[in-house]
């Protein structure tokens, strides 16, 4: 296949989306950078162009999902079609790890509307273009917190399930109409949410965030259907997901709360 011309990231004001469009925006790509903070990305754009890139800033709540779908429609079109997705704006950090009966119906609510509701409208205006066209890429950045159910994380663990799920359907469905979906599964990655839990949650196996970037670049660059990092924990999540519930419940507990 060939490289794409054009891609948007969401959530790149920071973290791993920007970390990402500067990779992709490296190798030729025209990337639009798309997060709710205009003057970071304006920051971004401007050094990503300093550097001999082309990008673009696109201010854009996932969490209002109708106005999404209507924004991502027109930006399509106005473009000549967006070849590559990367669906990665999210809640996280210290929000995401509230005690079930401490958390407020507001932080659910969120939680669930952005990671997954938010997500979901991100992809789902360029499906029908790119089906059209024969070819195109859809990334989205789930959770390993999708392979196992852990205390503390019910709302974020489901907006990610969710989401992990969509994606797989939505890979079945498209990939034999020349569309890939590139599901990704972090584990803790040195973001400013993952500074959020600090002294308040162990965080296994931490990755650095231009790590985190190169994996997720080489996953699309193959086409990949999963990218998971790190491998270990990836690994045992798998693992303890397979066996059965009463046997490891107590465990999980014990090990996450």
């Given at each position: 296949?060939?490289e794409?011309?054009r891609a948007?990231i969401?959530g790149?004001?920071?973290?791993i989306?920007?970390h990402l469009?500067?990779?992709?925006?490296?190798r030729?790509i025209e990337?639009?950078?798309?997060?709710?903070r205009?003057?970071l990305?304006?920051?971004?754009v401007?050094?990503?162009?300093?550097?001999?890139?082309?990008?673009?800033?696109l201010?854009?709540?996932?969490?209002?999902?109708?106005a999404t779908?209507?924004?991502?429609?027109?930006l399509d079109?106005?473009?000549?079609?967006i070849d590559?997705?990367?669906s990665?704006a999210?809640?996280a950090?210290?929000?995401?790890?509230i005690?079930?009966?401490?958390c407020?119906?507001?932080?659910?609510?969120d939680?669930l509307?952005?990671?997954?509701v938010g997500n979901?409208?991100?992809?789902?205006?360029f499906i029908?273009?790119?089906?059209a066209?024969?070819h195109?890429?859809?990334?989205?950045?789930?959770?390993?917190?999708?392979?196992?159910?852990t205390?503390r994380?019910a709302?974020?663990?489901?907006?990610k399930?969710?989401?992990?799920?969509f994606?797989?359907s939505?890979?079945?469905e498209?990939?034999?109409?020349?569309?890939a979906?590139?599901?990704?599964?972090?584990g803790?990655?040195?973001?400013?949410?993952?500074d959020?839990?600090?002294?308040?949650a162990?965080?296994?196996?931490?990755?650095p965030i231009?790590?985190?970037?190169?994996?997720?670049d080489?996953?699309?660059?193959?086409?990949?259907?999963?990218?998971?990092?790190?491998?270990?924990?990836?690994?045992?999540g798998?693992?303890v997901a397979?066996?059965?519930?009463f046997?490891?419940?107590?465990?999980i507990?014990?090990?996450?709360?």
């Amino acid at each position: 296949m060939n490289e794409p011309k054009r891609a948007l990231i969401t959530g790149a004001s920071s973290g791993i989306g920007l970390h990402l469009a500067r990779r992709l925006a490296a190798r030729g790509i025209e990337v639009w950078l798309a997060a709710r903070r205009q003057e970071l990305l304006e920051r971004e754009v401007a050094a990503i162009i300093a550097a001999g890139g082309r990008a673009h800033a696109l201010v854009l709540d996932i969490s209002d999902t109708e106005a999404t779908v209507e924004r991502l429609t027109r930006l399509d079109a106005e473009v000549g079609g967006i070849d590559l997705v990367v669906s990665n704006a999210g809640l996280a950090g210290a929000r995401g790890a509230i005690p079930l009966p401490e958390c407020a119906w507001a932080d659910v609510r969120d939680i669930l509307q952005t990671n997954l509701v938010g997500n979901a409208a991100t992809l789902y205006p360029f499906i029908k273009p790119m089906v059209a066209r024969g070819h195109g890429h859809l990334v989205g950045v789930s959770s390993l917190s999708a392979d196992c159910p852990t205390a503390r994380t019910a709302p974020y663990g489901a907006s990610k399930a969710g989401l992990t799920y969509f994606l797989e359907s939505a890979d079945i469905e498209l990939r034999p109409r020349g569309i890939a979906v590139t599901i990704v599964h972090p584990g803790f990655t040195k973001t400013a949410a993952t500074d959020e839990l600090v002294g308040k949650a162990p965080m296994p196996f931490l990755v650095p965030i231009e790590k985190a970037a190169r994996l997720i670049d080489r996953g699309i660059r193959r086409r990949a259907r999963m990218v998971r990092f790190p491998f270990l924990l990836g690994l045992v999540g798998r693992l303890v997901a397979s066996l059965p519930r009463f046997l490891v419940a107590h465990l999980i507990y014990k090990a996450t709360r």
